[in-house]
């Protein structure tokens, strides 16, 4: 498919109000999406999880208006009013109008909530960009027939079509429409593998993975000094850019063998170094930064020292920010999670963190 395939034909758009709702999961690369060429279109291939209890849950209302000069909404989180949000939506609106005629034509009040806590540090943008890409699909969807735009049946159209808006909105979120494995970045290994949208992971996945656990250690909850948005450009002109981007393809590779096998001692080499490799990055771009924590560290090591001593599967992987995601087997969580809460825990601000799992997309959902 390409771009073109997700503009729809002409059609007479119904003067009608309406409401949606969806909930849309948070993901966790494992293989990491770090640096991105125009209209969001990835250097190099990711590979993610699908999260199951962080989630955002979002709420379209539409009511038609005159005025078509401007686009017309208002954001709320929690019920209140979130107008710093706006600037990122207009740019969201903006990139995506040429594929939602509908969007000048009316008012939309956007309510959306977060499972876990905003200030978390945790990415709210992959799971509430994708919970409004895929409400205004099924704002389109409403509006439409299957004469004029395929998403009016076809679910696997509309999946697509939902995440390819989700990138735009935010790369990660193209990863959170489906789960529970999901690729997004053309590379020679993966079949069906597109720089456009997110798709199922399309091999078989070993047993040991079903129900992996994700134990997110919330390190530090404030406002990162540096943006993802930064960090993807300073990609550019990066001494080591294009050697990691090879790697990334060559890591795609060894992750379906991974992936095949259940190897989870290669499983855990991988994920390492991909989260210290994304952060070696940060570290060797100009201007450098370091978006890890004394804790971070500490949290690491204790892992290494624990993993040795035990012999079980415990690994981590970061994302852009000082928060640790400890990624281990259902089969091995009683005492992988004794030791967290033992030894860990201490090391999260305010003792905060979330126990979440692998899981399987997002909801619409009736009211
Ligand atoms: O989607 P963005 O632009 O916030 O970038 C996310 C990048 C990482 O989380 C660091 C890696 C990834 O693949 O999710």
Redesign the pocket.
Known sequence: MTEHDFIPKPYTIPNQSGKVAWESPS???LV???G?KKNQIPENP?I?FTLNSCKTITTVTFTPKEDTTDFSFEVYLDGLRKDDFKPKIQTFFERIESYLPFLRLFHFKIETQNTFPHSSGI?S??SGMSALALCLMSIEKKMTNSDVIPSAVEESYFNKKASYLARLG????C?SIEGDVIVWGKTKSIVGSTDLYGVKYPYEVHDNYKQYQDTILLVDKGEKQVS??V??NLMHNHPFAQNRFNQAHDNMLKMKSILASGDLNAFIALIESEALT?HAMMMTSMPYFILMKPNTLEIINKIWAFRKKSGLHIGFTL??GANVHVLYPKQESKNILEFIQNELVAYCKNGEYICDEIGFGANQLDF
Do not use: F, Q
Not at 170 to 173: C, N, Q, R, T
């Open positions: 993901n966790i690369a990491k999406y770090w991105k990711s993610s990415a943008s992959a935010s790369g990660s979120a990863r993802s948005t960090g993807h994304l994302d852009a």
